[in-house]
């Protein structure tokens, strides 16, 4: 019979999470310790374009009997001007050449923290010195930490609507920045020895990118998510099924719901553990093919 990814009587996994190595609120540490407080048997930490919080995250891990740790990393590339992010898993973190691109990623991505922060000057949205020094002390800043700056300062009443007026694409204070393309993405992933997935197509808003991504090796499909409707989900399960893709799921963790920030519970849409051993045995043999 074949597993059901979804079984929530089997331990879980949430393979889809983040720390405050990119733009989650805990440390890789507490985030360990607060999934296995909350009943799962393991996650894999997803930070966006880096892979700094992997070494804290797999040493707590081992101070937890059974609990299963997969080092990963989100990565954002674009395509015809759609965000397209994948997901890595099983990366070898130390490995050089990916190391060298993520970190001029993470490079990019402070450049562009500036010129967005000088946009929101000329809108008249001055942050105080003392936030921007520290947007710029941190290792991966992205635009979400910019919107939880404008909410605890009162510009805004919420992330969302910092996105709205000033972060998203269109918006007054956007900047674009250097992106890999979902090919380099993939193929970065597998230089890594890892296994690239598609994450969260439904937020693309476009399946016809999916066949154009299918093109370059991608190894699943993050077919279970907090937004996904149950059209959408049957609508990946079939893409899945029918291009012999590993079926993944993750909440996307990134604070307490409490928090207001990305709504979402650790452990929703987590997979069993039982998938989780296909996809590390489907990485170590893509592994040993490669070499």
Not at 11 to 38: M, Q
Not at 157 to 185: M, V
Not at 211 to 234: C, F, K, M, W
Request: proline fraction near 5%.
């Amino acid at each position: 019979m074949p597993i059901n990814p979804m079984d929530e009587s089997k331990p879980r996994i949430d393979l889809h999470t983040h720390s405050n190595a990119s733009d989650g609120i805990f440390s890789p540490k507490k985030l360990v310790r607060y999934a296995y407080e909350h009943g799962l048997s393991g996650i894999a930490l997803t930070d966006h374009d880096s892979i700094s919080g992997l070494d804290e995250a797999h040493s707590e891990a081992d101070t937890i009997d059974g609990f299963t740790f997969v080092p990963g990393i989100e990565l954002s590339a674009e395509y015809r001007k759609a965000e397209v992010h994948l997901l890595g898993y099983g990366v070898d973190w130390q490995h050089q050449s990916f190391l060298a691109t993520v970190q001029k990623i993470s490079h990019a991505r402070l450049e562009r923290v500036e010129k967005m922060i000088h946009k929101l000057q000329q809108l008249g949205v001055t942050l105080p010195l003392e936030d921007i020094n520290a947007l710029k002390e941190l290792e991966n800043p992205g635009r979400l930490h910019i919107a939880r700056v404008l909410k605890n300062r009162g510009f805004v009443q919420s992330t969302e609507e910092a996105f709205d007026r000033f972060l998203n694409r269109d918006a007054p204070a956007y900047c674009p920045r250097y992106k890999l393309s979902p090919r380099e993405a993939i193929e970065l992933i597998h230089q890594a020895g890892g296994l690239p997935v598609l994450a969260h197509p439904g937020l693309m808003k476009d399946d016809d990118l999916i066949p154009v991504i299918l093109r370059d090796s991608l190894a699943g499909i993050e077919v279970y998510y907090p937004t996904h409707t149950d059209a959408e989900i049957q609508r990946y399960l079939s893409i899945a099924e029918k291009n012999h893709l590993l079926i993944t799921g993750g909440s996307d963790f990134h604070a307490p719901p409490a928090t207001g920030i990305r709504n979402s519970h650790i452990g929703e849409c987590a997979v069993t553990k039982e998938s989780v051993r296909k996809i590390i045995q489907h990485s170590i043999n893509h592994l040993e093919r490669r070499l």
